[in-house]
C-alpha cells in the first residue's frame, strides 16, 4: 500500500488527513478491504444486487482511493467499471455509499519517431505506453502492411491521455501520420462519428473489416465441401477462421444485434443487422461480452464474443457468414467492397474540425 501525506493542495482544515491509494491485489476481496479498514460489513449487504456483483469482481490494479482522519475512514473511492465507483462516506449517522462517476484528469501529446526494429517497440521506447501500437496498427489495418515497413518511416501521432492518480487509464489516437519513400497517410478521428478518415474525407477502412479476427489460418473457404462431421458434401456458407478459445471476435461493421444465442450446429451465436441489407453471423462462439444483447448497438471493432467449439464443430474456430437480402453470399467479397466516404455538411463539418486541429496542434500534413 502506497501512502503519501498531501500538504500543497489540499486546503488547510485538511492537513491531519491523510490519502491512501491502495492498489487492488490479486488476493483483495471487497469484504476484506471492509474487514480490515474496520468498515461495517452492512455496507456489502445493503448495496443494490448489481453492484454487488461489480464489487465482487473488482480487476486487479484497480486504484482505491481511501482518506483517513486519525485512522478513521472518512471516505473511500471504488471503481465498479470505466465510468462510475462506489463512494463510501463516514456522516453523523455512520457510513453512506453512492454511485459517483469517475473523473479523469486528460493530456494532449505528439509523439514523433521513427521506426528502426518492431512498430510496438519503438512506439514503447517513445511513449512508454503498451497500446498505443495495436490502436495504431488497426487504424491502418486496410492500408499498411505492418509486418513489412520500409526502413526509415516516420511516425507522427497526437494522442489523448485519460489519467486518474498519476496512472494512464486509456489513450486515444486523435491523428497519426505514417510517412516514408513509397507512401504518405494521415488520419484523422472525426469527433462526429468516432471513425478515421484521410485529409480529404476519405474512411481509412471500408464500411466491414477485411476480418472479424485475428487468426491463425483459414480451415474452409465459402463453397461446396465434404462436411467433416456429417460426411457428406454440403454447401459451406461462410469462412472458417482457426485460433485460440477466448480470441475476441469483433463486429466487422457498425449495426444492429438481432440474436444472441444457441443455434442448433452452429452453437453459441451472434447476428447483426447492418446498413444496406447485410446481415453478419458470428458462430460457435464460447461465450459474449457483458453488455452484447438483442436490440444492442455495435460498432465496427468492437468484441461481440469469444471464439469457441460450441455446436456442431471439430475444432475451436469461427465460422463466419454474411447474409445480403436473404442470401449468404462470400465474405471475401466485402473486403473494401464499400468505402466510406463524407459528403455534404458532414465532409463540410470534418474538413473544418481537422483545419482547426492541424493549427492548434501545429501539424504539417506534407
Ligand atoms: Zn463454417
Known amino acids: 500500500m502506497k501512502k503519501f501525506i ?23 476481496t471487497f469484504y476484506g478491504f471492509l474487514k480490515q479498514n474496520s468498515l461495517p460489513l452492512s455496507i456489502y449487504y445493503n448495496l443494490p444486487p448489481k453492484i454487488k456483483r461489480y464489487v465482487r469482481a473488482i480487476p486487479r490494479g484497480e486504484s482505491v482511493f481511501i482518506l483517513k482522519d486519525n485512522n478513521i475512514i472518512k471516505q473511500a473511492l471504488i471503481p465498479i467499471n470505466s465510468k462510475q465507483q462506489l463512494q463510501i462516506i463516514k456522516t453523523e449517522k455512520g457510513y453512506v455509499t453512492k454511485i459517483v462517476p469517475i473523473v479523469y484528469e486528460t493530456v494532449t501529446k505528439h509523439v514523433s519517431t521513427e521506426i528502426n526494429n518492431y512498430l510496438s517497440y519503438d512506439l514503447y521506447k517513445a511513449t512508454k505506453l503498451r497500446s498505443l501500437a495495436s490502436k495504431l496498427a488497426y487504424i491502418f489495418s486496410d492500408r499498411i502492411n ?16 485519460k489519467i486518474k492518480f498519476g496512472e494512464v487509464k486509456d489513450v486515444k489516437i486523435l491523428f497519426a501520420k505514417i510517412s516514408n519513400k513509397q507512401y504518405n497517410i494521415s488520419a484523422f478521428l472525426n469527433p462526429y462519428d468516432g471513425r478515421y478518415y484521410d ?3 476519405k474512411s481509412l477502412k471500408g464500411m466491414f473489416l477485411a476480418a472479424p479476427l485475428r487468426y491463425k489460418r483459414i480451415s474452409s473457404r465459402f463453397g461446396m465441401r465434404f462436411h467433416p462431421i456429417l460426411h457428406k458434401w454440403r454447401m459451406h456458407d461462410g469462412i472458417d477462421y482457426v485460433n485460440r478459445i477466448g480470441t ?9 444485434v ?33 453488455g452484447i444483447y438483442v436490440g444492442r448497438w455495435v460498432t465496427q471493432g468492437q468484441t461481440i464474443g469469444y471464439l469457441g467449439n460450441s455446436g456442431l464443430s471439430t475444432g475451436p474456430h469461427l465460422h463466419f457468414a454474411v447474409m ?43
Open 146 to 161: 505492418f509486418r513489412a515497413i520500409p526502413k526509415n518511416t516516420k511516425i507522427d501521432i497526437v494522442y489523448k491521455e
Open 258 to 290: 438481432i440474436f444472441r444465442g444457441w443455434i442448433r450446429g452452429y452453437g453459441r451465436t451472434v447476428k447483426i443487422r447492418h446498413k444496406n441489407g447485410y446481415i453478419t453471423m458470428y458462430a460457435h462462439l464460447h461465450g459474449y461480452p457483458r
Open 199 to 201: 485529409s480529404r474525407g
Open 248 to 256: 475476441p471476435i469483433h463486429a466487422v461493421a457498425d449495426g444492429k
Open 6 to 28: 498531501l500538504l500543497i493542495f489540499i486546503p488547510i482544515f485538511l492537513l491531519a488527513y491523510k490519502v491512501d491509494i491502495h492498489k487492488w491485489g490479486n488476493k483483495d
Open 324 to 366: 445480403r437480402y436473404g442470401k449468404w453470399i462470400n465474405p471475401v467479397r466485402l473486403k473494401n467492397s464499400v468505402k466510406v466516404t463524407l459528403y455534404g455538411k458532414q465532409r463540410k463539418k470534418f474538413l473544418a474540425y481537422i483545419q482547426n486541429f492541424t493549427k492548434e496542434n501545429s501539424i504539417a500534413l506534407k
